[in-house]
């Protein structure tokens, strides 16, 4: 069992930056493949990016490539997203999802999620 939790969501102007932190507890955290995932209002949940167990490898979706960055810190049991040039449709609640098999995209393939932070850009 891993629990997750996220922090760093909140208001902030188009253009603007935010960081994302996901913190881990229970198993071993370099065991599990992190992903960030988002959900808008009425919308499906979709990925933003993902990084592998010793964060050597990174995946982003093309809506997020080049203004998004992820990162983990196995020593300290946490992951981040750097989110910057946000845009208003970068509008959502975010979640980290831990998955111990692969990095994977898919949401059902997930094995652990966190309880999401919502982030909100003004236009």
């Known amino acids: 069992q891993v629990h997750l939790e996220e922090s760093g969501g909140g208001l902030v102007q188009a253009g603007g930056s935010l960081t994302l932190s996901c913190a881990a507890s229970?198993?071993?955290?370099?065991?599990?493949?992190i992903t960030w995932f988002r959900q808008g209002t009425g919308k499906e949940r979709d990925f933003v990016a993902g990084i592998s167990w010793k964060g050597d490898s990174a995946y982003y979706a093309d809506s997020v490539k080049g203004r998004f960055t992820i990162s983990r810190d196995n020593d300290k049991n946490t992951a981040a997203l750097q989110m910057t040039d946000l845009k208003w449709e970068d509008t959502a609640v975010y979640y980290c999802?831990?998955?111990?098999?692969?990095?994977?995209?898919?949401?059902?393939?997930?094995?652990?999620w966190g309880q999401g932070t919502p982030v909100s850009v003004s236009s």
């Open positions: 229970g198993q071993t955290f370099s065991n599990y493949a």
């Open positions: 999802a831990a998955d111990r098999r692969k990095l994977s995209r898919a949401p059902h393939e997930q094995d652990f």
